[in-house]
């Protein structure tokens, strides 16, 4: 019960360094309840990157912002991470100034919280709380990750739970927003996941199987859902489609392993989604047509990967087939 009144007490603090604040008394707090006479896990990391910008016509270096006129530009991470008796407790401060990470065009800057969580793990169940990482199978229909040279943080804004069935078995659910910068997108992401291990065959010549199921769905806002109905009407009848508020997603994959030989096989569906798509043709009411616009299509998507390792050696082979250009929730 302490933790989860933490948990609600940080959500009503809004100013960044008082976050940080908070996480570390939070820390102290926890270790003076007496939850166990283990000691904590104290970690922590920090990252940074400075450019000087010189304007150089001859190479091209300039119409920016930083080679005209700000000339310097920068990015730090500081991430700090505290364990004991299952709880993980951690937070990353961000700093973006004069960065070019987001537009190599443009200049950004932006300070706060990046990331924070909270994960507590009770017997077989895991709760997690936060800004979360994760995704199902290879990523075609969810993946919640960060990529900080190219300012990539896909990170999922809610709660995720976690039951173990045994070591080889396990269901995941997870519900909440996308992060979109030091702010999330409007609609609302959920989904489920169970993955498996199986072995087959003797002791000295075993086959593995890895199975997993997932499903994933996407609510757009109605704030979202209005701007796309404006968008629709000022297209011609024959561009014109009936938008929905759900995109339901699925995908089936397995991890085939014997001896030296591995194969990956994964194919997931998903139901009509709306999307922009750049090479689509838009009917005009004067002129020739032009390239570009708002369309509603389902997908599906296969993918296979056969690998082969001796030694120092391997060979990888893939093949990818799908039915649009676009496949995956995109960004609400």
Do not use: C
Not at 83 to 108: A, V
Not at 131 to 141: A, C, E, T, V
Not at 244 to 251: D, L, P, V
């Amino acid at each position: 019960m302490i933790a989860f009144f933490y948990l609600a007490v940080f959500y009503k603090i809004t100013k960044p360094m008082i976050r940080i604040l908070f996480v570390l008394i939070l820390i102290g707090l926890i270790d003076r309840q007496g939850l166990s006479q283990e000691k904590g896990v104290f970690s922590g990391a920090f990252e940074t990157n400075a450019n000087i910008f010189l304007r150089d016509s001859s190479i091209n270096a300039i119409s920016t912002p930083q080679y005209d006129h700000q000339f310097y530009g920068g990015e730090a991470w500081l991430n700090l991470n505290y364990k004991i008796q299952g709880f993980t407790i951690g937070t990353r401060f961000d700093m973006y100034h004069n960065s070019n990470l987001r537009n190599p065009r443009d200049s950004y800057s932006g300070t706060g919280i990046g990331r924070w969580y909270i994960k507590k793990a009770i017997n077989k169940l895991e709760i997690s709380a936060g800004y979360l990482y994760d995704q199902i199978g290879s990523g075609f229909i969810y993946r919640a990750f960060e990529t900080r040279p190219l300012f990539i943080d896909n990170a999922l804004y809610g709660v995720s739970l976690r039951y173990n069935f045994t070591d080889l078995w396990h269901i995941m659910a997870f519900s909440g927003k996308q992060k979109n910068a030091f702010d999330t997108y409007s609609g609302n992401l959920k989904g489920i996941r169970a993955e498996g291990f199986i072995t087959l065959g003797s002791e000295t010549s075993p086959i593995t199987l890895a199975p997993g199921i997932g499903f994933v769905g996407k609510t757009l806002s109605d704030e979202y859902m209005n701007g796309v109905i404006d968008v629709i009407r000022s297209y011609q009848d024959a561009d014109r489609f009936k938008p929905s508020y759900n995109t339901y997603a699925s995908t089936l994959y397995n991890t085939l392993s014997y001896k030296n030989f591995r194969l990956y096989t994964e194919v997931a569906l998903k139901s009509k989604d709306v999307f922009f798509n750049p090479f689509a043709e838009k009917t005009e009411l004067v002129g020739s047509n032009t390239i570009g616009k708002l369309v509603a299509a389902k997908g599906s998507v296969f993918y296979g990967s056969l690998s082969f390792a001796q030694g120092k050696w391997g060979i990888t082979a893939e093949a990818k087939g799908r039915k649009i250009s676009v496949f995956g929730l995109t960004q609400i």
